[in-house]
């Protein structure tokens, strides 16, 4: 089956460096999200992208995070500068936007902030 | 923002029990949608639903679509340990533009 894939799995930093996780998503599918996950918040989503455009970034951090796809193949997700509170799993997930097809996740990459 | 209550939040149950969880919101569902994750993976979609009344199974698993487009209710016959994981339900909401509304998750525990 076809995955979405993130890397890394994990990254343990110190506060302050810049941390870039990294997607791929399904091959053909055009929206792709970016989610944390905490104990406390559950599944947040923080961007989105359809056909490679920015569509909703309004649950991300702005002075700290950004996200970009560069091409089909390849989103991004950055934070610079990391602090100990974005601490959490990330996931990506990518869908075909024609009648509200699923979401796939990717297996995440869990990220600690020391 | 459309909120998804998502009930229990956990169960503790014995090898071989059936399993029932739901999901409600005062805002309609264009899909329903259940997810499994397991520990350190993503969730993984295990049934969608896009009519209301619709009833769909995957193996031990059953799903409905409420007439009303406000719920939906999993259900899983026969536990196994394998079933240990976070069930979450997600929907579309009119006007959601492709966002998934997600609930909290039900922490799912099997006896063996």
């Known amino acids: 089956d076809a995955r979405v894939t993130q890397t890394p799995r994990h990254k343990v930093t110190e506060m302050g460096q810049e941390v870039t996780m990294r997607c791929q998503p399904i091959l053909g599918h055009n929206t792709v999200f970016w989610y944390r996950q905490t104990m406390m918040q559950g599944l947040e989503l923080l961007a989105y992208f359809r056909n490679r455009a920015p569509l909703d970034d309004s649950g991300m951090p702005k002075d700290r995070f950004s996200a970009e796809m560069p091409d089909a193949t390849l989103a991004t997700l950055k934070i610079q500068p990391s602090e100990p509170r974005d601490s959490a799993v990330y996931f990506c997930a990518s869908g075909l936007e024609t009648g509200y097809q699923p979401q796939h996740f990717g297996d995440g990459t869990r990220l600690s902030i020391l | 923002g459309q909120q998804l209550n998502q009930s229990p939040q956990s169960m503790f149950i014995q090898e071989g029990e059936d399993v029932s969880m739901n999901c409600t919101s005062s805002?309609?569902?264009?899909?329903w949608l259940w997810y499994k994750q397991d520990p350190g993976e993503g969730p993984v979609l295990l049934i969608a639903?896009?009519?209301?009344?619709e009833l769909t199974s995957n193996g031990r698993l059953t799903a409905q679509f409420g007439i009303t487009r406000k719920d939906s209710f999993l259900n899983i016959s026969a536990s196994i340990p394998s079933d240990v994981g976070i069930y979450f339900c997600a929907g579309h909401t009119r006007g959601s533009n492709y966002k998934l509304t997600f609930g909290k998750g039900t922490l799912l525990t099997v006896n063996p």
């Open positions: 639903l896009y009519k209301a009344g």
């Open positions: 805002s309609i569902f264009n899909t």
